[in-house]
């Protein structure tokens, strides 16, 4: 194989930012092909809707916090809010562009063909990709001697057969061409399916339309933005501590603490919301709106759909409903069009690809998918290091395991997530954030070596071991260290406080008998993790008797 001096970028959003400034600081040559006019990808909201490319909706807000969605040596200006809203994302990858003079890199209005092995590729490991210009309508073939697909997963609208659909007399519409205007105002709406998109679009319709009902096979569990003391959601769970205690305990008290914690706010039951599955076996769901829009009656939960009618739709259990207009928010399958079968063969909507990315029957390792993953916390930062490791693949300061290894695991991975979750097409790529995190930063060589903090550095090990893990401990040593890193780790609290703490607020505000009532009336979630340590210390002492 010849060695990778140039590299193509498919795609220039959240996965394309970040691979095509990993190669440019690794010194390769690098062409980012993205066909949109802007930095984006799907955070990009567009009035007009464009045929094969997917944007948020006008009212979308990250359901993530900034914190753990940055990108790990660029944190998110203090002043932003903490849930940005699509306009912020964008203004953020902007920023990060702008940052690292991305732009000249770049090659706007430009879409990706077709992407082939080049004739010489048993020798060299290259590949051709053909391409075409919008503006001046110009065809393109270059060769490339690697090329990182991050054009995301979201190919082609999921429409499933519905009986009666033809018949129906009203529009029809997927999400993805959903834009908010007044011809839903005063209508009877359906949404069918429970995803976030379908949350979302539930409570946005449901302030114009005279009734929307939202049907859905299995329901949810509903997460929101912020959980103890306001905090957000990702900041309170998403910790090496909390993950390692976890992995002590059995997983179905887990889930039970999780299900107990999540009804707290809303009674899943009550709301007909609840489904088979518990929290961790289901795609997390975060929306803050939603409980308030189903009790005062503005959105009404509803069984799977039997069939529709010309004027209306029958549910599973019996009941019918006259209806408007029919919103599809059953969401995409996978595909990449301009790949060759031959390359990229998807059965089932499922990819079966190394740590997500590699394809392990090809010859030479030069072509890796970025950001093909649903994980339980933000895509952005597993999607930069999946950038790193695969340049680190492409420069050979990183080697793959054997093709059997490869495949071995693939199936293992494969195996577990078929026994975790639903067998549907939404669960294909579902993946826990920290475990995959820690997996890709140990092969680069990235991963915070705790036990060094200790000695080193108390402070920030114990930053990196109980608070959240956050995108920049992976810049705090090895390959691609970042001397920022440390302080981003020790300040992050002030860049959550900054946007909240726009009012002065009064002096003597919460007396000690305020403090005790909390105490007692709202038990701290600490407790619940005291207990926790301590069944797991009984444990370890009976082991060690025995």
Not at 223 to 248: A, I, Q, V, Y
Not at 263 to 270: A, C, F, G, P, R
Request: charged share 25%; glycine share 6%; with cysteine.
């Amino acid at each position: 194989m010849a060695a990778v001096r140039r590299v193509a970028v498919i795609g220039a959003g959240a996965s394309g930012l970040p691979s095509t400034k990993t190669c440019v600081e690794e010194g390769l040559d690098t062409v980012c092909l993205e066909r949109a006019d802007e930095v984006g990808g799907l955070w990009r909201f567009t009035k007009k809707v464009v045929e094969g490319r997917s944007c948020v909706m006008k009212s979308t807000v990250m359901n993530t916090s900034k914190e753990m969605s940055c990108f790990s040596d660029f944190p998110p200006p203090k002043d932003f809010p903490n849930f940005m809203q699509h306009e912020v994302a964008q203004k953020y990858f902007r920023a990060y562009a702008d940052h690292f003079d991305l732009d000249r890199h770049i090659r706007y209005n430009t879409e990706v063909t077709k992407v082939r092995q080049a004739d010489d590729y048993v020798r060299t490991g290259r590949w051709v990709v053909e391409s075409i210009d919008h503006k001046s309508g110009k065809k393109s073939t270059d060769t490339f001697d690697a090329v990182l697909v991050c054009s995301g997963h979201h190919a082609e609208k999921n429409l499933p057969e519905v009986p009666g659909i033809s018949e129906f007399e009203g529009p029809v519409i997927h999400s993805h061409d959903y834009r908010p205007d007044t011809e839903h105002d005063d209508k009877k709406i359906l949404v069918v399916g429970l995803g976030n998109s379908a949350g979302d679009l539930a409570v946005e319709l449901s302030r114009k339309g005279k009734q929307v009902f939202l049907s859905t096979r299995k329901g949810t569990w509903i997460f929101h933005c912020c959980m103890f003391r306001g905090m957000p959601w990702d900041l309170c769970l998403m910790t090496r501590f909390e993950f390692w205690k976890n992995s002590c305990l059995p997983f179905s008290w887990i889930e039970a603490k999780m299900a107990a914690t999540l009804n707290q706010t809303i009674d899943h039951d009550l709301y007909g919301l609840t489904p088979a599955c518990m929290p961790f076996s289901h795609s997390p769901f975060v929306n803050d709106e939603l409980g308030g829009r189903i009790i005062c009656g503005a959105v009404k939960v509803k069984d799977d759909l039997q069939r529709l009618t010309t004027s209306g739709v029958e549910f599973k259990d019996g009941s019918f409903e006259d209806i408007d207009v029919v919103l599809m928010a059953t969401g995409y399958t996978i595909g990449f069009p301009f790949m060759e079968k031959e390359v990229v063969d998807i059965e089932k909507n499922q990819l079966k690809f190394y740590k997500q990315m590699f394809q392990p029957d090809l010859q030479h390792q030069t072509l890796a998918f970025i950001g093909c993953v649903q994980p339980s916390g933000c895509i952005w930062p597993i999607c930069e290091l999946q950038a790193r490791l695969a340049v680190s693949v492409f420069k050979g300061a990183v080697k793959l395991p054997p093709r059997d290894d490869m495949w071995k695991e693939i199936e293992a991975n494969e195996s577990m997530r078929s026994s975790r979750y639903p067998n549907t097409i939404r669960h294909t790529l579902e993946i826990d954030w920290l475990p995959t995190m820690d997996e890709l930063a140990e092969m680069i060589g990235c991963k915070p070596n705790i036990g060094r903090l200790v000695l080193t550095d108390p402070k920030l090990a114990l930053r990196v071991l109980f608070g959240p893990c956050l995108p920049y401990q992976y810049r705090l040593e090895g390959p691609g260290r970042w001397s920022g890193a440390r302080d981003a780790v020790l300040s992050f609290m002030d860049r959550v406080r900054f946007p909240l703490q726009s009012r002065a607020l009064p002096p003597n505000r919460r007396s000690g008998l305020v403090k005790t009532a909390e105490w007692v009336l709202f038990p701290s979630f600490s407790w619940v993790v005291f207990l926790e340590l301590l069944v797991l210390a009984l444990l370890l002492l009976v082991l060690c008797r025995g």
